[in-house]
């Protein structure tokens, strides 16, 4: 499988995260799969977020962990938004179960590192690694929690694609 690498970025503040999403949300497209991977707290949620409102999802944009699969409509009328918290899933074959319509959704997984490969052509591979040392910015009220997002592309649709 081809892959490239699409971005390394930083992000500090769950505003900067919730920019990412709104960033993001412009490449997205039906047929797109995006796996999201981090730690609790990385800001994999954050960061669909702001996918959502750069989407303009209706309705709250939450973690799905207790119904492992939200699909929000959107206001512009374009493909759905299917955020899954695959978390709590055993496997692929769980997530093959949910049923999604990846080929005209986008969808988001949570969670999902190994569960999709088998699932599309192409999808998005987002990894969120959170520094353990929390700084303080210039600002006293503003906590920096340095987080590095690695976006990289698998299959033809990603490839000459940055961000």
């Keep these: 499988m081809n892959q490239q690498a699409i971005a390394t970025l930083e992000a500090s ?3 900067a995260m919730h920019e990412l999403g709104l960033e993001l949300s412009r490449l997205l497209r039906a047929g797109d799969l995006v796996v999201l991977t981090g730690p609790l707290g990385a800001g994999k949620t954050t960061l669909t977020r ?3 409102e750069g989407l303009t999802a209706i309705g709250n944009v939450s973690s799905p962990t207790f119904v492992i699969a939200r699909t929000h409509k959107r206001q512009d009328g374009g493909p759905v938004l299917v955020h899954v918290d695959a978390y709590r899933l055993g496997g692929p074959l769980e997530l093959d179960d949910l049923d999604i319509d990846y080929e005209n959704s986008i969808v988001l997984v949570e969670w ?3 569960m999709t490969d ?3 052509e192409n999808w ?3 990894t969120i690694e959170r520094e353990r040392a ?3 910015a210039e600002d006293e ?3 920096v929690d340095p987080r590095t997002v690695t976006i990289v592309g698998f299959g033809p649709r990603w490839q000459g694609v940055s961000l």
């Design 13 to 15: 503040t769950a505003e």
């Design 50 to 52: 702001g996918v959502g």
């Design 112 to 114: 999902g590192k190994g």
């Design 118 to 120: 088998d699932l599309v």
């Design 124 to 126: 998005l591979e987002i």
């Design 134 to 136: 929390v700084e303080h």
């Design 141 to 143: 009220n503003e906590v």
